[in-house]
C-alpha cells in the first residue's frame, strides 16, 4: 500500500493567480444538517471556506440559517425544502457535499435521491455520513450517477456499505467490496490512518492522532475535500492532499493540546496552505 507523505501537499496546492477572482476557485454546494445536527453543517461548510473554496451554499434546514450566518457569513444558504431552489443550487455547483448531520428520515433520503438523479458527469459528489447510511439501508445504485464520486465512510459506515465488519476489512477485502459498490468511485476509510482506494490503486496516509477522535472531523473534512476539489479539480491527487492537509494540521495542533476541535483545525488552515503554496512557489 503506498503511504502518501507531506510532498503531495506541495504537488496541489499551489500560489494562486493574481487575475484570478471567487468564481476561478469552485462552487460548493453543502446538503447537511437538520434540527438535531446543526454543527455539521457549520463545520463543512466552514471548513470548506477556510480551505480556499471560492463561493460555499449550504443547504439546509431554516431554522439552523441564524447560526450558519452568525459563524460563517461567507457561506449562502437555502432552504433543502424548497426543492426548486435546491435543485437549482444542485445544477450550479462544482462540487456537492452531501450527508453530514443530514439524518435518516424519509426527508433526507428524498434529498439523497435527488441528487444521485441529478449529478452531472463534470461535477464531483462528495457523499458522507448520513447519506452513507441512506444508501446502505436502502441498497441504493450508486452507478446511474456520471459524476465523480467520492466516499469517506468511517469504518462503521463502510461496515454498513460493504457488509463487512472491521476486522476484515482489509485492503483486498475492501478493494473487491468498492469494485461491486461504485467501480468508479474514490473511497475513503477514515480510521486511524485512513485509506483511500481508487482504480485499483490505494493508498493510505501516515498522518493523524488519537486527538481527532472527536464529533466534527469527519464533517471538517468533507469541506476541506469539496475546497481542494473546487479550487484544483477533481484527481486521485487532490483527494489524497485534502485528506493529508486535514491530518496534516491536526498533528501540528495536538504537538501542544491534548485534543485537535474541528473550530482550531479549521482556523489553522489559511496559514498552513499558505506556507505549503510558498514552499511550491519557491520549487
Ligand atoms: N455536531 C454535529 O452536528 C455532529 C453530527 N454528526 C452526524 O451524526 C450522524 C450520525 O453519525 P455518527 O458517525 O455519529 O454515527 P453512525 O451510527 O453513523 O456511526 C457510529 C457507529 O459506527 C461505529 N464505528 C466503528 N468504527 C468507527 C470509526 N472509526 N469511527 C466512528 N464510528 C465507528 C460506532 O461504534 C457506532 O456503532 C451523521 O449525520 C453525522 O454527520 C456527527 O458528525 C458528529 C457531530
Ligand atoms: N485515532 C485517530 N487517529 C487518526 N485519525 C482519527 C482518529 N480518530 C478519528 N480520526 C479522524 O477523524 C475523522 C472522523 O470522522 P467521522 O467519524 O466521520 O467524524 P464525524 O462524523 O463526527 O464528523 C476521520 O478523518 C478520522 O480518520
Ligand atoms: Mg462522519
Redo the contacts with the bound molecule.
Keep these: 500500500m503506498k503511504k502518501i507523505n507531506k510532498s503531495i501537499l506541495s504537488q496541489i496546492i499551489a500560489p494562486r493567480n493574481p487575475n484570478s477572482y471567487k468564481g476561478n476557485y469552485g462552487k460548493i454546494l453543502i446538503i447537511a444538517g437538520s434540527l438535531p445536527?446543526?454543527?455539521?453543517a457549520i463545520m463543512s461548510s466552514s471548513a470548506a471556506v477556510h480551505a480556499g473554496a471560492g463561493l460555499v451554499t449550504v443547504a439546509t434546514v431554516q431554522e439552523k440559517f441564524t447560526a450558519i450566518n452568525t459563524k460563517i457569513p461567507e457561506a449562502m444558504t437555502v432552504d433543502y425544502h424548497n426543492i426548486i431552489e435546491t435543485s437549482d443550487a444542485i445544477n450550479k455547483a462544482n462540487v456537492i457535499v452531501i450527508?453530514?448531520?443530514?439524518?435518516t428520515d424519509e426527508y433526507a433520503k428524498s434529498l439523497v435521491h435527488l441528487v444521485l438523479d441529478n449529478a452531472k458527469a463534470e461535477q464531483t459528489l462528495v457523499l458522507d455520513?448520513?447519506a452513507l447510511?441512506i444508501i446502505a439501508q436502502q441498497k441504493l445504485s450508486l452507478s446511474q450517477t456520471s459524476a465523480n464520486l467520492i466516499l469517506t465512510p468511517?469504518?462503521?459506515?463502510w461496515r454498513r456499505l460493504s457488509g463487512l465488519d472491521?476486522d476484515q476489512q482489509t485492503e483486498q477485502n475492501n478493494q473487491t467490496a468498492i469494485n461491486k459498490i461504485a467501480p468508479n468511485a474514490l473511497l475513503i476509510v477514515?480510521?486511524h490512518h485512513s485509506e483511500i482506494y481508487y482504480q485499483d490503486q490505494v493508498s493510505q496516509i501516515t498522518a493523524g492522532n488519537a486527538g481527532m477522535a472527536t464529533?466534527?472531523m469527519?464533517?471538517t473534512l468533507t469541506g476541506i475535500i469539496a475546497a481542494l476539489v473546487g479550487q484544483f479539480d477533481f484527481s486521485l491527487k487532490t483527494v489524497e492532499a485534502a485528506l493529508f492537509l486535514h491530518s496534516f494540521v491536526a498533528d501540528k495542533i495536538f504537538e501542544k493540546n491534548y485534543v485537535v476541535l474541528p473550530e482550531m483545525l479549521i482556523k489553522n488552515l489559511p496559514k498552513v496552505m499558505k506556507k505549503i503554496a510558498n514552499n511550491t512557489a519557491k520549487g
Design positions: 445536527f446543526g454543527g455539521a450527508g453530514p448531520g443530514l439524518g455520513a448520513s447510511t468511517h469504518q462503521g459506515e472491521i477514515k480510521k464529533g466534527g469527519g464533517d
